[in-house]
Structure formats: structure tokens, C-alpha cells
């Protein structure tokens, strides 16, 4: 049986989201768009039902929910678009060093062609009390009068930092500008209310917290502080004309229900995974020789996801490791997942300071609700045992 422990890179399919996913694969396989009919009809009122359930948990209204192929399309969406609809050319953007690939490609792609001025902070590096996390004061002074758009990733999918979302709401908001969050890690996981965090933008994927591949969803603000955007796919105007395209039925209603039993359980389910991730940590402490901890310290759940763990071992090459693992059906990470079609050290663990020796020793481990005792001990004795025979 596999061990998955890799689920900062994707998670298993609820058997709950397979169950009211079924009738729409099969028999209702009408057009959300085509409503001169039943079939139609029933798709349409599906949709709507799963856009309230996702905007329920998430603090949102069903209107300001623009259902997408998942935070990836969400985030470009929320970044081009913001920049298109901006009068002016130019302009500032403000993000961290640290953020996903998705968010930093879209903004070099905007920087290359001088369509904003990028401004890139640092995060708190390995040695400070909690690396990872960002600068509030370093934000405020970047914060020009120019600047419309912030963009943070809520929580890391590497080193599992948690950032102050509400904090750096109210300085651009002083500025003038939207902020953006990336949630695709944090729903599921800590709480997620767009109200509190302050977004304006707000980005989700559904497989991250046990829905199906290939659906997301973009939060845009509608009430008190409209936020502007720009569609960049266009055709038949669906989602208010953000984003056309035939909807993907079966998905949304897989994300609407992992949405609802995610916001209904997160907070137990956080500390029932934390005890489990507590309990690799000190067992492989215990047993691996030189094991360093990458990212926050694990005993504070309001900087750090309690389901993440990010080591290193001191000497021994992670990509081998995990090769030997891997041949065990042990399943987990180096660096990013994400960005595995680059090979090379992680840019993340890069931005807290590690060299890159250190970064290709790391390992980076996600646990979820399926997650058990037995398996966090298995992967214990075979990461030892691995380790173990590479040092030989
Ligand atoms: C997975 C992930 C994305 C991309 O989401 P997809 O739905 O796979 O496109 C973006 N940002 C973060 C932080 C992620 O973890």
C-alpha cells in the first residue's frame, strides 16, 4: 500500500466529493448555459447550489465566485486582469520572493513587457524567528502611490509559513490598491474568511483540499470595495464574462462539497493532523542523524500549516533519497512538486537562506485527513533506513 504523505501537491478525492459528483458524470450531463430544458435547468441550479456552498465557506457572496480550472488559471486571471483593467499604463505590483510559480510567472511576464513595475520583497530568512514570513514595514514602504495590486501567498506550499493577510490588507488598501491572496493551501487548513484576510482577489483549487483536479475558483469582491478585473478568456460569457467557457459541472459540484465539509471540520482536523506531523518530526529526530528543520518552529499553528514538515539531512542528496523511497511507494517531495519540470533547488527555501546543498537534501512533507499513525511510522523507518544505507 503507498504512503502518500505529498499532499502540498495534491490530495485524495473524498469518498463524500465522489458521491455527489456520480450524477453529474453520468445521467445529468446537461449544459449549465443551456436552460431551454430540463437538463439544462437541473445543471444550472447545480451550479448554483455548489457557488453558494463554496462562497459559504469561504465567507464570501455567490456572486463575487468565478468558478475556473483551478488557482493557477484563478491567479493569472486575478493578476493580468487586475493589470488590464488598470487605465494608466504602468503601475506597481508588490509580492514576495517566496510566492508560487503561478503567481511569479505572470508577473515577470507583466514585467518583461514593462506593463508593470514588479516589486519582489524578501521573507524572513532561516535564522529569524519565523522564516518564511513577510515584512510589514518593508511592504508599507513599498507601497507608492502607484501601486494597485498586492500579492500574497496565504501559506506556504513548501515551508507551510502562515502570513499576516489582514495586516497587509489594510496598508495597500491606505495605498490604494487590491490585494490578491493565493489560498489554494489554506482552505482545509487554517481559517479562511475572505472578510478577515481582506482580499479583494482570492484563489482556489479544488484538489488541494480533497475535490477533483482541474476546478478552482476566483473570489472577486463585490461588495463595500468592488474589486476590477479584466477577463482574459473570452467566448461565450460565462461567470459574469470573466471567464467564458462551458462550465465543468461535476467539478464545481465536487468543490462546492469538499469546500463545505473542509470548512466544517478544518479546525479538528488541523490538530489531528498536527499531532501526526509531531509525531514524524520527533521520530525521525530520533532516528536519522543530522536531520535540520526547514521553515517555522512546528509548535505554533498560527505560523506554521500544521500538516507541513520541511527537513533537511545534512549530506545525503533528496533526490536520490527520494528515488529510494519512491521504489518503497513512500510518496513525498523535494522542494516543489510544482516546478519539478525545472529541476533545481527550490527558489523557496532559497528565499529563507539555505544553500543549495542544503535545499537539495530537503524534503518536504504534507499530511491530510486520510493520514494515519501507522503509516507516519512506516515512513519513519523507511526515511532512517534510506538515509541509513546512502550515508554507507
Ligand atoms: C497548487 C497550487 C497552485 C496551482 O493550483 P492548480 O489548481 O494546480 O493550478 C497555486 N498556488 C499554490 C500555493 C498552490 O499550492
Keep these: 500500500m503507498a ?10 478525492l473524498d469518498p463524500r466529493v465522489l458521491e455527489a459528483m456520480l450524477p453529474w458524470l453520468t445521467d445529468h450531463y446537461g449544459n449549465a448555459g443551456s436552460t431551454t ?3 439544462g435547468h437541473e445543471a444550472r441550479d447545480a451550479v448554483e447550489a455548489a457557488r453558494e456552498k463554496f462562497a459559504r465557506a469561504v465567507g464570501a457572496e455567490p456572486d463575487e465566485i468565478i468558478f475556473t480550472s483551478g488557482a493557477t488559471e484563478s491567479v493569472n486571471l486575478a493578476i493580468l486582469g487586475a493589470a488590464a483593467r488598470r487605465r494608466a499604463a504602468g503601475g506597481r505590483i ?12 505572470p508577473l515577470e ?6 506593463e508593470a513595475e514588479v ?7 532561516r535564522d529569524e524567528s519565523v522564516p518564511g514570513l513577510i515584512d510589514l514595514e518593508r511592504f508599507r514602504e513599498a507601497c507608492t502611490s502607484g501601486t494597485f495590486l498586492a500579492t500574497l501567498l496565504v501559506a506556504n506550499n513548501e515551508i507551510g509559513t502562515i502570513q499576516p493577510a489582514a495586516a497587509v490588507a489594510e496598508l495597500i488598501h491606505a495605498a490604494g490598491g487590491m490585494l490578491h491572496l493565493d489560498c489554494a493551501q489554506a482552505i482545509g487548513r487554517m481559517a479562511v474568511d475572505v472578510d478577515a484576510l481582506g482580499a479583494d482577489l482570492a ?5 488541494k483540499f480533497h475535490g477533483p483536479k482541474g476546478v478552482g475558483a476566483l473570489f472577486v469582491r463585490r461588495r463595500f ?8 478568456v473570452f467566448g461565450g460569457g460565462q461567470e459574469r464574462g470573466l471567464r467564458s467557457g462551458t462550465l465543468d459541472v461535476p467539478g464545481i459540484v465536487g468543490m462546492g462539497e469538499a469546500a463545505a465539509i473542509a470548512a466544517e ?7 489531528a493532523v498536527g499531532r501526526l506531523r509531531d509525531r514524524l518530526w520527533e521520530g525521525l529526530a530520533r532516528q536519522v542523524p543530522g536531520v535540520v528543520l526547514n521553515g517555522p518552529p512546528l509548535d505554533d499553528a498560527a505560523v506554521r500549516l500544521t500538516c507541513n514538515l520541511n527537513l533537511h539531512v545534512a549530506g545525503v542528496d533528496g533526490q536520490t533519497l527520494l528515488a529510494t523511497l519512491a521504489e518503497e511507494d513512500l510518496a513525498l517531495s523535494s522542494g516543489s512538486a510544482c516546478s519539478s519540470a525545472s529541476p533545481g533547488p527550490s527558489h523557496v527555501l532559497a528565499a529563507i537562506g539555505l544553500g543549495e546543498d542544503e535545499a537539495r537534501a530537503s524534503l518536504r512533507f504534507g499530511l491530510s485527513r486520510f493520514t494515519c499513525p501507522a503509516e507516519i511510522d512506516r515512513a519513519v523507518d523507511l526515511i532512517a533506513a534510506g538515509v541509513a544505507r546512502l550515508r554507507r
Design 94 to 105: 508588490v509580492s514576495w520572493n517566496a510566492e508560487h510559480r503561478a503567481v511569479l510567472d
Design 3 to 12: 504512503i502518500y504523505l505529498d499532499n502540498h501537491s495534491t490530495t485524495r
Design 109 to 114: 511576464h507583466l514585467a518583461s513587457r514593462r
Design 119 to 125: 516589486v519582489l520583497l524578501p521573507v524572513a530568512g
Design 203 to 207: 484563489s482556489f483549487s479544488a484538489h
Design 265 to 271: 471540520g478544518w479546525r479538528e482536523e488541523a490538530e
Design 37 to 39: 430544458h430540463r437538463m
Design 225 to 232: 470595495r468592488p474589486a476590477r478585473i479584466a477577463g482574459r
